[in-house]
């Protein structure tokens, strides 16, 4: 299976790093091919959101207005091999040099309502420090998978260059409209544009009041900083092809004591149809178990629940 097209294969990668050294970030529409992205579809799909299996699933977040499957090396081969591939590992030693870390990872879809700040990603979640600032340099990888044409991702250019002049990690819409609205770019584009850009850099998704509104968005960051990320579930089957280069950069045998983003539980789960459709085919199977047998089974039939449950 080809990951990037021909079209984004042939650029050097010394232009991608002069543009996302010079502006902040590089864009480049067509570049994974429609295969990779089916793959991933159907890969996010079979782990979608599930209520006590004992499986990698998804999470809602932000009382709803977020989902996200941050597991992607446990759910996908073909993530494995994207986030892994030869063009973007050797991008990273053109930025980092030889040694650098995958810190996070995640599928995520953005829904019409929610209100984004204007943020940087250059800050760990430590599980006992808590937030912190992080001086290290880092890239991310956003790979579009559905069209965008509302709701995309905003970026102010050379903002990488300053943000680093403090620890100041979010920024209202007031300071940004005051300083930098001149600044902004947007990044409308087709299902299969990858975005590559500084963490430092101050960004956010277009706030979006259209509630039918759905982003669906690939995401990886990698830092220089190799002592940390967050913890990282992965398939074994995956690893196929594995060397010392491609050991280094997943974190094997280090420290992985930043939180998994984002950080969930029931309150952040929203009763939309898919919940209301889990908890109300749960509820029957309760319900169901006080019923005469006969009626038991056609109940049973009705719903599409097994009879051993």
């Not at 984004?116 to 991310?140: C, F, L, V």
């Not at 300083?179 to 975005?195: E, S, Y």
Request: charged residues 25%.
């Amino acid at each position: 299976m080809k990951i990037f097209t021909e079209e984004f294969l042939k650029i050097e990668n010394s232009n991608i790093v002069n543009h996302v050294r010079d502006k902040g970030f590089f864009k480049f529409e067509n570049a994974l091919t429609s295969e990779f992205i089916e793959n991933i579809e159907t890969d996010v799909k079979k782990a979608d959101l599930s209520l006590n299996k004992n499986n990698v699933a998804g999470v809602y977040f932000t009382h709803g207005n977020q989902f996200f499957l941050t597991h992607m090396l446990a759910a996908s081969k073909s993530f494995y091999n994207y986030c892994t591939n030869l063009k973007v590992m050797n991008f990273c030693k053109e930025i980092f040099g030889n040694l650098f870390r995958l810190k996070a990872l995640r599928y995520y879809e953005n829904f019409g309502g929610q209100h984004m700040q204007w943020h940087t990603d250059n800050r760990r979640y430590d599980k006992e420090k808590g937030e912190t600032h992080t001086s290290a340099p880092g890239i991310i990888f956003l790979a579009y998978l559905s069209d965008v044409e509302d709701g995309e991702f905003q970026y102010i250019q050379k903002s990488h260059v300053w943000s680093g002049e403090n620890t100041n990690h979010d920024y209202s819409d007031e300071y940004i409209n005051q300083n930098h609205k001149k600044d902004l770019v947007g990044f409308k584009g087709k299902k299969g544009t990858i975005l590559i850009y500084n963490s430092w850099g101050v960004h956010r998704a277009k706030p979006t009041s259209n509630i039918n509104f759905v982003r669906k968005t690939l995401f990886f960051q990698v830092e220089k900083d190799t002592s940390h990320s967050e913890p990282i579930i992965l398939n074994a089957e995956f690893l196929d092809n594995i060397n010392d280069e491609t050991r280094m950069y997943l974190g094997f045998g280090k420290r992985a004591n930043n939180s998994v983003y984002p950080n969930t539980d029931i309150y952040t789960m929203p009763l939309n149809r898919k919940t209301f459709s889990i908890l109300y085919k749960w509820l029957v199977s309760r319900l169901v178990l006080y019923i005469p047998g006969f009626l038991r089974k056609k109940i049973r039939k009705f719903y599409n629940i097994p009879s051993n449950k």
